[in-house]
C-alpha cells in the first residue's frame, strides 16, 4: 500500500507565494520520479513539475521560473515552491509519484487559490 498525503495550499493574492509539500510512505522502494499536476475547472489534468530520484526536473513553461520542485530522498517528500502566482495558476494541484513496474499513484489533490 502507497500513501501520498499533501499538504499546503490555500488562498493568495497575485504575486504572492505558496509551498506544497507531498510524503510518500508505504511500499516504495520501487519509488522513481515525483511531481505536481494541476487541473483547473473545466481543464484537463497537466504536468506542473517533476523530479527524478537523480534530482533532474522538467517544468511546464507557464511556471519555469517562478515554480522550484525540489525532493528529499532521505524523506521521501517532494516539495514545490510557487512564486510570483498568477490566478491562472488557480487549480487542485496532485501530488504524483511514479514506480518502476507499477502504475502512478496519486494524492488526494489540494486547493490553489489566487486572487487578481
Known amino acids: 500500500q502507497v500513501q501520498l498525503v499533501e499538504s499546503g495550499g490555500g488562498l493568495v493574492q497575485a504575486g504572492g507565494s505558496l509551498r506544497l509539500s507531498c510524503a510518500a510512505s508505504?511500499?516504495?522502494?520501487?519509488?522513481?520520479?515525483m511531481g505536481w499536476y494541476r487541473q483547473a475547472p473545466g481543464k484537463q489534468r497537466e504536468l506542473v513539475a517533476a523530479i527524478t530520484n537523480s534530482g533532474s526536473t522538467n517544468y511546464a513553461d507557464s511556471v519555469r521560473g517562478r515554480f522550484t520542485i525540489s525532493r528529499d530522498n532521505t524523506k521521501n517528500t517532494v516539495a514545490l515552491q510557487m512564486n510570483s502566482l498568477k490566478p491562472e495558476d488557480t487549480a487542485i494541484y496532485y501530488c504524483n509519484a511514479q514506480f518502476r513496474f507499477e502504475r502512478d499513484r496519486w494524492g488526494q489533490g489540494t486547493q490553489v487559490t489566487v486572487s487578481s
Open positions: 508505504g511500499s516504495i522502494f520501487r519509488l522513481n520520479a
